[in-house]
């Protein structure tokens, strides 16, 4: 298909243009005209763009790009690489990063939650990225912290006691630490996001409510993979996941 077509249809899908967000959403860095094979991925690292020029992608799909508000926008160092080597290969770069954490079926937080067995009740946070609900079954906070490390494969940070029941539920996945007071004053038992801050530390131990640090990127590794699978099964194209093994 044509790539105007890809990034048109994706534009469309998140409701990109709903967003203020930190970084331009959309063809970052453009290539061939023709996307037969995308490649997914979580951070357009050197790694990745590597593995995914390596298996013949014609674009790669991602959930953090490039052209960060607070960055240096010089195209040099690490930057002038990762650019230099999609320009040479011809391979487009599609980034997409609130629209992603927020979409109801492929966003970020729509697949954690599905994959935890949580129940949406409703949004909160910036622009209503983040979600509470309900655990379908009640659960100690030391089960469901096991039920996220053998899911995620990330062992999480847990700040709370490990036997009371956890039946409320709040996450947003990355960097989401700073919508747990906002998760508190919900009513919920405990909180999951990816990262956590020492402020968080003694809002839990002070509240009661637990907090769950399951990593950055073991976070979010689930709804550019579900939005790669959709528009392959969409328009026929071949899609391929790939993942960078980072401790975070």
């Known amino acids: 298909m044509r790539l105007t077509e890809l990034r048109d249809y994706i534009e469309s899908e998140l409701a ?5 967000d930190y970084c331009p959403n959309g063809l970052q860095v453009e290539g061939r005209a023709e996307v037969r094979r995308i490649a997914s991925g979580v951070t357009a690292s050197q790694a990745v763009l590597e593995a995914a020029t390596a298996w013949g992608a014609d674009a790669i799909l991602v959930h953090h790009g490039y052209f960060w508000r607070s960055e240096d926008a010089a195209i040099s160092g690490i930057k002038k690489r990762r650019v230099a080597h999609l320009l040479k290969h011809d391979v487009s770069l599609l980034a997409y990063h609130l629209p992603l954490d927020a979409h109801p079926e492929f966003g970020n937080n729509a697949q954690l939650g599905e994959m935890l067995g949580f129940i949406e009740k409703g949004r909160f946070g910036e622009q209503d990225i983040a979600m509470h609900g309900v655990l379908e079954h009640p659960q100690t906070l030391q089960q469901l912290a096991q039920l996220v490390q053998h899911t995620l494969q990330r062992a999480p940070q847990v700040i709370g006691y490990a036997n009371p029941n956890i039946a409320r ?14 998760a508190v004053a919900l009513g919920v038992d405990a909180f999951l996001t990816g990262e956590i801050s020492e402020q968080n530390v003694h809002v839990a131990q002070e509240t009661g409510v637990a907090f769950i640090a399951a990593g950055h990127h073991a976070t979010e590794r689930y709804g550019v993979q579900a939005l790669g699978e959709h528009l392959a099964e969409r328009f026929g194209l071949e899609h391929r996941f790939f993942d960078q093994d980072i401790p975070v």
């Open 169 to 182: 539920i709040a996450w947003c996945s990355g960097g989401g630490q700073g919508y747990f007071e906002q």
């Open 16 to 20: 990109v243009s709903r967003f203020r």
